[in-house]
Every structure is written in C-alpha cells, then in structure tokens.
C-alpha cells in the first residue's frame, strides 16, 4: 500500500530541500517546482474516492496513515480539496516567477512550505500544527527578506507574534485533553477558547493584531508576500474549522459565531478604511489580507445560516485577485523598475503602463465585490446573509466596501493625471497578455461561478460534525 | 532532586535571562544563552529522563555555537567589557525584568492550584519566569540577535513547562527542529546584509 501522506508530503518536502542547494539554476528549480506541484494538485483533484487505483492490470491501493515517532500522519479524501488548493497556489506562483526579483529560495521553499501547511493539516493530534506553523514562519523568512537586504521591523514583528501563538494552542490542547463532555461555561473551557482564540488572533493578524500586515507587505516583494500569505490565509482558516469541528465545547459556547461575526465585519471596515486611507501602495496587500480575513470569519460566524459553503466558495476566486494584483505591481516593480509606490509616484501610471494599471484597478475592484467581477457571487450571498442576522451588519459591511471604492476613485485620479515623467517602460507582450487574460477569467467566473466554483466547496468536506451538528 | 540543585538551577536561568535582557553584548549573552540552556538541563531532569532532557541542551548549544561561530566568521564579534559602565536603558530594564520576576513568583502558587496542579513549583517558577522575560527582551529590543536570543529563551521556557504536562517524541523532534531553525535564522540575520547575491 502507497501512503498518501507521501504522495503530498513527503515528496514535496524531499524534491524541495533537494532543491535548496541548487538554486543558483533558476530556471530548472523552479521548472521543478512548477510541474511537481501542478501534478501534485491535479493528482489531488481527480483521486478517487475509495482510494484505490487500477491500472496496468493491477490494483494499487492507498494508506491514508503514516505513522511516525509514535503519532499519525492522515490524509483523508475529504482533505484533498485543500491539499489541490494549496499547490494550486504553488503551482500559479512559480510558473512565472522568473520575471521578478525574489529570492532564490523562492522555488524550494515555497514547495517546502506546501507540503508543511499540509503536513500541519493532517498531523494527528493535530494541535501539534502549532509547532509546524512556527516552523513555517521560519522556513518563509529568507523569502520575506531575502539576502543584501537590511533588516526590517515588518519582519521582527511578525517573527515574535506568530512564535507567541504557539504556546497559547499547545496549552489550551492540553487543558481541554479528555474534558470534552464538561458544561460549555466551565472555567476550565473559557480559559482554553480564550487562549485558543487568542492563539489564532495572532496567526491570522486579527484586528488589532495586525500591524505586521500592512508593515510586511511594505517591506517585501509583492509576489513574495501574496504567495505566503495567501496560503497561510487557507491552510489557518481551514485548520480553525478544525477545532470548530474536533471540539464541541468550543463550537457550543455562548455567542462564539455571533462573536466571529463581530470580529469579521471589524476587520472588513478597518481594512477598508484602512485601504482608502494608506498612501503607499505596497502596503494596501496587508489591508486586503485583513479583509479578506475578515469576510472568511463572517462565514464562519454565519456558519448556521449555511455561511460555511461561502467561506469555502471565497479561496479561488480571492487567489484570483491576489495573483492579478500582485503581479501587476511586481511586473511594475522588476520590469519598470518602479522603486517607491507612493501615490505621488504613480501619477499618470495609465499613460506609461495601461495594462498593469487595470490588472490593479480590477483586481481591487474585484475584492471589493463589485457585480460582474469573480468575488461578487460569493460576497453577494455573504452580505445577504449578514443582512438576514442583523440590518446593522449592512451599515459595517457598507464602510468597508465604500471605503474601498472610494480608494478606487482615487487610484483613477492619480492614474489618470498628467504624467510627471515619461519612464522608460513599454509593457512586453508576455504582461499584456497575462494581465488581459486573467481579468478574463475573473469576469468569467464572475458570470459563470455556477460553472467554476462548485467543486471547490468540498473543502469544507472535512468538517461534518460541524456541518451536521448546526445546519 | 534535591531544592537546593533547583534554586540553584532557577536562579541560574533568571541570572541568565536577565543578562541577555540588560547587557549588550555579543559574546556575553550567548554565553548567558549557553548557561541558560544548563540551568533548564537540570530542572528538565526532574520531569524526563536524562537522555531526553540531554537533547533541549544539546540543540541549544549547538544553535549558541551556530551563531557564535557565525558572528566571529562576520567579523562582528567585539571584545567584551565586563566593567562597562551601566547605562539608564539597561538600569531600566534590569528594574522591569526584577520587577517580572517578583511578579511571577509573587503568582506561582495561584497559578500551580489553577492551572498546572502536576507541576512542579521550581519548575513553574523557571519556566513561566523565563518566557516572562523573553518576552520583555523581544519586546524591548529590535537588534536581530537579541530578538533570536529572545525568542529561544522563550522556546525553551515553554519547552521546559510543557515537557512537566506531556511526552510526545514526535512534539521532541519538532521543538529540536523549531530551536535549530530559529538558531539558523539568527545567523541568517546576522549575515544577510553583508551577503553578496550572486
């Protein structure tokens, strides 16, 4: 029998630290990279369901268990959707990460750092995520701040914060070990979501705990940041349904998913406030990120309402954004040789740089959840119902999409104002013709979701006690 | 175990964190690091077997050295002053760190009858101190070596307090693999600026 675990950890851990020593070969690294995580999710997408495969003649059986050091390694089926998703991710990132400056690392350990998240999901018990996460962090720092760079404050920060919610997970996991059937106002049991929750206000830079957001974004290279914070945005959020899912004290206290709904809608207008008001364009990744967070904890918190198959439905199309975006201001910042991105520096950015200029503008329009555009379905049916908890939530969710609009507005006018000074650039072939048809298939999938996004709720397979227990 | 090697053992630890918290200087705090390491050594034995307790010990000294070595390779490492007159920033932090440390033990026995009934008092009182004072040491300082000499201390506080709850060898091989990780991520921040991309 092949283990799974294998199959989506242990060839990707092996192929990328093999890979370390060779990154002075660029192309064949990354070229690697590409395919094995390409194949990696394709592999993940079409597995069948009784995990057993026929060919050649011959059946070949797989072991979703690996055993190690006394403790279990277990990829279901139900977790594959994920395990897709996250080399997906990989997979968009590297294939065309040639063109931009980042680190030379960047291919190995974005490999490496697949297979750990999905070695966090699948680690039984699984609170021992805590440690792998940490090790994440670490893994991802010569990414963040590659070699020649000074240091930076962005980065310490985000260091110490994520390192200090390890201990908060691990102890809470420990407190609650065997008291699952204690009465949900037991202070043993407040004490341990406190830390629990607590514990991932830090991992997923819930407001107020977000400042290295906006600070790492600014800090490091746009194609870097989106990359790592977008699959840390899918494998936490995931791996909080896990305890929403595993532990019935914490899904059954009191006001914990009107809590969550509180929390999101906050993330959702700070960051647009936050997003309306920043003046170098750098940090605005980190403010999405806080959004975007924040729309995922609402679905959560909407989670008896059915809010769980949108916060599913929101991966795919919010990677969108994210890619369009990112490489749009990387393209700006490599090929352009953008150094500041200021506001005052993009002054008639529309004359020298057309397209890039509208891979920015739709793909913040697209997160705002403008109508046409890839997350309108999805927020619509958030919105709606936020709308049906409680009217009020409008008011919130309205400042946080004005605010961004109201950003939009101003983006335009800069761009759109006379040029300071010519720069050098003609936009290649090669990013007119990305940017072109990645704002078609944000559209696309903006009028067609019914056709693109269904098979991505399965992410949220996994979860049945959850789904059974409150829908 | 006798009180008397665990005092001793906790007074070693807070002597050491408190180093590392106030003095700046290279080579004094990673030799406070290094003898941190020995004094959580000893109060690990009352909760592991020596062989387990040995390898916290023997990754802490080997992330020291790691980055020892990488500082005298940089070229960055000073003479030692050990009489160096004391600044109003170390008195202060000094005074903040004794004021930590009053304030855990002040707090130990509630803590013990809350929230850790197995564990040992001098245990409790080491552990919870050091990550007190890790904590302070991060918040206060933003040099990369201190951050990671904070961040270990921190590490190996919660190690020492979460080895007095459970045993797990797989938990054993990711704290080893999160001490040398952050050890090698220290030496990368002490390097990287003055790194040549190729």
């Given at each position: 029998?092949?283990?799974?675990?294998?199959?989506?950890?242990?060839?990707?851990?092996?192929i990328g630290?093999?890979?370390?020593?060779f990154t002075?070969?660029?192309?064949?690294?990354?070229g690697?990279v590409?395919?094995?995580?390409?194949l990696?999710?394709?592999?993940?997408?079409?597995?069948?369901?009784n995990?057993?495969?026929?060919?050649?003649?011959?059946?070949?059986?797989f072991?979703?268990?690996l055993?190690?050091?006394?403790?279990?390694?277990?990829?279901?089926?139900?977790?594959?959707?994920t395990?897709?998703?996250?080399?997906v991710?990989?997979f968009?990132?590297?294939?065309?990460?040639?063109?931009f400056?980042v680190?030379?690392?960047?291919?190995?350990?974005s490999?490496?750092?697949?297979?750990?998240?999905?070695?966090?999901?699948?680690?039984?018990?699984?609170?021992y995520?805590?440690?792998?996460?940490?090790?994440?962090?670490?893994?991802?720092?010569?990414?963040?701040?590659?070699?020649?760079?000074?240091d930076?404050?962005?980065l310490f920060?985000y260091?110490?914060?994520?390192?200090?919610a390890?201990?908060?997970i691990?102890?809470?996991?420990?407190m609650?070990?065997?008291?699952?059937?204690a009465?949900?106002?037991?202070?043993?049991?407040?004490?341990a979501a406190?830390?629990?929750?607590?514990?991932?206000?830090?991992?997923?830079?819930?407001?107020?705990?977000?400042?290295?957001?906006?600070m790492?974004?600014?800090?490091?290279?746009?194609?870097?940041?989106?990359m790592?914070?977008?699959?840390?945005?899918l494998a936490?959020?995931?791996?909080?349904?896990?305890?929403?899912?595993?532990?019935?004290?914490?899904?059954?206290?009191?006001?914990?998913?009107?809590?969550?709904?509180?929390i999101g809608l906050?993330?959702i207008?700070?960051?647009?406030?936050?997003?309306?008001?920043?003046?170098?364009?750098?940090?605005l990744?980190?403010?999405?990120?806080?959004?975007e967070?924040?729309y995922?904890?609402?679905?959560?918190?909407?989670?008896?309402?059915?809010?769980l198959?949108?916060f599913?439905l929101?991966?795919v199309?919010?990677?969108?954004?994210?890619?369009?975006w990112?490489?749009?201001?990387?393209?700006?910042a490599?090929?352009a040789?953008?150094?500041?991105?200021?506001l005052e520096?993009?002054?008639?950015l529309f004359?020298?740089?057309?397209?890039?200029?509208?891979?920015?503008?739709?793909?913040?329009?697209?997160?705002?959840?403008?109508?046409v555009?890839?997350?309108?379905?999805?927020?619509?049916?958030?919105?709606?119902?936020?709308g049906?908890?409680?009217?009020r939530?409008l008011?919130?969710?309205?400042?946080?999409t004005?605010?961004?609009?109201?950003?939009?507005?101003?983006f335009?006018r800069?761009?759109?104002s006379?040029?300071?000074q010519?720069?050098?650039?003609?936009?290649?072939l090669f990013?007119?013709?990305?940017?072109?048809?990645?704002v078609?298939?944000?559209?696309?999938v903006?009028?067609?979701?019914h056709?693109?996004?269904p098979?991505w709720?399965?992410l949220?397979?996994?979860?049945?006690n959850?789904?059974?227990?409150?829908q | 175990?006798?009180p008397?090697?665990e005092?001793?053992?906790?007074g070693?630890i807070?002597?050491?964190?408190?180093?590392?918290?106030?003095?700046r200087?290279?080579?004094?705090?990673?030799?406070?690091?290094?003898?941190?390491y020995?004094?959580?050594?000893?109060?690990?034995?009352?909760v592991?077997?020596i062989?387990?307790?040995f390898?916290?010990?023997?990754?802490?000294?080997?992330?020291?050295l790691?980055?020892?070595?990488?500082?005298?390779?940089?070229?960055k490492?000073?003479k030692?002053?050990?009489?160096?007159?004391?600044?109003?920033?170390e008195?202060f932090?000094?005074?903040a760190?004794?004021?930590a440390?009053?304030?855990?033990a002040?707090l130990?026995?509630t803590?013990?009858?809350?929230?850790?009934?197995t564990t040992?008092?001098?245990?409790?009182?080491?552990s919870?101190?050091l990550?007190?004072?890790?904590?302070?040491?991060?918040?206060?300082?933003?040099?990369?070596?201190?951050?990671?000499?904070?961040?270990?201390?921190?590490?190996?506080?919660?190690?020492?307090l979460y080895?007095?709850?459970?045993?797990?060898a797989?938990?054993e091989?990711?704290?080893?693999?999160?001490?040398?990780?952050?050890g090698?991520?220290?030496?990368?921040?002490?390097v990287?600026?003055e790194?040549?991309v190729?």
């Open positions: 029998m092949i283990s799974m675990p294998l199959i989506w950890i242990g060839l990707p851990l092996l630290t093999a890979l370390i020593p002075r070969y660029r192309k064949i690294s990354i690697i590409s395919v094995v995580s390409l990696l999710a394709i592999v993940a997408l079409i597995f069948p369901s995990l057993a495969i026929e060919a050649f003649g011959r059946r070949y059986e072991n979703p268990l055993s190690l050091l006394g403790r279990l390694i277990q990829v279901d089926y139900s977790d594959l959707t395990i897709a998703l996250l080399y991710l990989t968009a990132w590297n294939f065309i990460s040639l063109r400056k680190s030379q690392y960047f291919a190995p350990l490999l490496v750092t697949a297979a750990l998240w999905v070695t966090m999901l699948s680690v039984e018990p699984f609170l995520a805590a440690v792998i996460v940490t090790i994440i962090v670490l893994v991802s720092v010569p990414l963040i701040s590659p070699r020649g760079e000074t930076q404050p962005g920060r260091l110490i914060l994520q390192t200090l390890k201990p908060l691990l102890l809470s996991g420990w609650l070990a065997g008291i699952g059937s009465p949900s106002a037991s202070p043993l049991i407040i004490r406190v830390m629990v929750l607590l514990g991932f206000a830090l991992w997923l830079a819930v407001f107020p705990l977000h400042s290295w957001l906006p790492i974004s600014f800090e490091s290279h746009p194609w870097v940041t989106s790592l914070l977008g699959g840390r945005q936490l959020l995931v791996y909080l349904l896990h305890f929403f899912d595993q532990f019935a004290w914490l899904r059954n206290l009191p006001n914990i998913f009107p809590s969550l709904q509180i906050i993330m207008t700070i960051g647009g406030l936050s997003v309306a008001s920043t003046k170098d364009f750098k940090r990744f980190g403010y999405f990120f806080l959004i967070t924040g995922s904890l609402l679905s959560i918190g909407l989670v008896t309402s059915g809010g198959d949108y599913a929101l991966f199309p919010r990677f969108l954004c994210y890619w369009l990112s490489f749009s201001l990387a393209e700006l490599d090929q040789g953008f150094t500041e991105f200021s520096k993009l002054k008639g004359f020298n740089a057309p397209f890039l200029t509208v891979g920015l503008f739709v793909s913040v329009l697209a997160m705002a959840g403008a109508p555009f890839v997350l309108f379905p999805v927020k619509r049916m958030v919105w709606m119902l936020a049906s908890v409680d009217s939530w008011i919130l969710l309205a400042i946080g004005i605010a961004m609009i109201a950003f939009l507005m101003n335009l800069i761009v759109l006379p040029i300071n010519k720069i050098n650039y003609n936009e290649s990013a007119k013709i990305v940017v072109s048809g990645v078609l298939i944000i559209v696309m903006g009028i067609f979701p056709v693109f996004l098979p709720i399965h949220i397979d996994p979860f049945t959850l789904l059974s227990t409150l | 175990m006798t008397t090697r005092i001793l053992s906790v070693l807070f002597l050491c964190a408190l180093v590392n918290l106030t003095r200087q290279w080579l004094t705090n990673l030799i406070a690091l290094a003898l941190q020995i004094g959580v050594f000893v109060l690990l034995q009352d592991r077997p062989t387990m307790a390898v916290p010990l023997f990754v802490g000294l080997m992330t020291t790691t980055m020892l070595v990488t500082l005298i390779g940089s070229g490492m000073q030692p002053v050990f009489f160096e007159q004391v600044s109003m920033g008195v932090r000094a005074i760190g004794l004021v440390v009053i304030f855990v002040l130990i026995p803590i013990r009858r809350e929230i850790f009934p040992g008092t001098f245990i409790l009182l080491g919870l101190g990550v007190l004072l890790s904590l302070l040491q991060v918040g206060m300082m933003i040099e990369p070596l201190y951050i990671t000499i904070g961040l270990l201390s921190m590490l190996s506080g919660f190690q020492l080895a007095s709850l459970e045993t797990s797989l938990l091989a990711l704290f080893v693999a999160l001490n040398l990780g952050l090698l991520v220290g030496a990368f921040f002490l990287k600026q790194d040549v190729p």
